[in-house]
């Protein structure tokens, strides 16, 4: 039997559209959510080949619209047994004497208040299931400092500090709440970080964070996948409230 057959997952944001492949191909059916509804037609048209796969267009600080998809992935599937809470933004790079407020509060809204929102309104529904996996992305940047991204970093952190204490509360239900901390993936955020820190020279930035992973590369979206579909699965049906690097050995020295 594949590893997720008869499970419905919900993925929200950029990493989602590699993990709802591999969650297609082990049976799941996959709800989408993103903000830009163009970007979620290209990637369900892309995805559809595999199974059965819905799209939701929501802004995951909008706590109306995270009910929403929650709404509609219930309607259509009539569960919720995976969620891979995952959006995230990196914000504008800068020392913090010199960071914006504003940036700062955008960074930690969607950062940990999405990730917030998306916890307070599927918990209900595993809960009533008296099972589910929750997947919430951090980063290494979670677990270490990293000058010129503060509010990142610090966002980052907060989720761990929501993780725990969503997976103690929900333990009882057979609910299981995880973080995964990815070193640098390369995806579009790494193009936005490489010209912040170096508007020159992107890819000598490029160049300076693979040498700072000491296995010499970026993370890739399959691998980030791999981490979360074993996370969702039930061979990770005593885990709860961990945090999973996935970072090349970054956090290790």
Do not use: C, W
């Not at 048209?45 to 509609?72: F, H, I, P, R, W």
């Not at 595993?126 to 290494?140: A, D, L, R, W, Y």
């Amino acid at each position: 039997m594949a590893r997720l057959e008869g499970k419905t997952a919900i993925i929200t944001g950029g990493i989602g559209k590699k993990t709802a492949e591999y969650f297609l191909k082990e049976g799941a059916k996959v709800s989408l959510v993103d903000m830009k509804q163009d970007a979620l037609d290209n990637v369900k048209s892309d995805l559809e080949q595999y199974g059965d796969v819905m799209t939701v267009k929501a802004d995951v600080t909008n706590e109306d619209e995270v009910k929403n998809y929650v709404t509609k992935t219930i309607e259509k599937f009539g569960s919720i047994d995976v969620f891979f809470n995952n959006a995230g933004i990196e914000g504008e790079v800068a020392p913090i004497a010199e960071q914006k407020v504003e940036n700062f509060n955008k960074v930690l809204t969607v950062n940990v208040q999405g990730i917030f929102l998306g916890l307070k309104h599927v918990i209900p529904i595993m809960t009533k299931q008296e099972s589910g996996s929750i997947i919430n992305t951090s980063s290494v940047a979670g677990l270490i400092g990293s000058p010129g991204v503060s509010p990142y970093v610090a966002s980052k952190h907060a989720v761990i500090g929501l993780t725990k204490s969503a997976a103690l509360e929900v333990a009882g239900s057979n609910v299981r709440v995880n973080s995964i901390h990815p070193s640098p993936v390369n995806t579009r955020m790494m193009r936005s970080l490489e010209k912040g820190f170096n508007p020159d020279d992107a890819e000598q930035a490029k160049e300076e964070q693979e040498n700072a992973i000491p296995m010499g590369r970026y993370g890739e979206s399959g691998d980030i996948a791999n981490l979360v579909l074993f996370l969702a699965s039930d061979e990770s049906s005593f885990i709860s409230g961990s945090q999973y690097r996935i970072d090349g050995g970054m956090a290790a020295q």
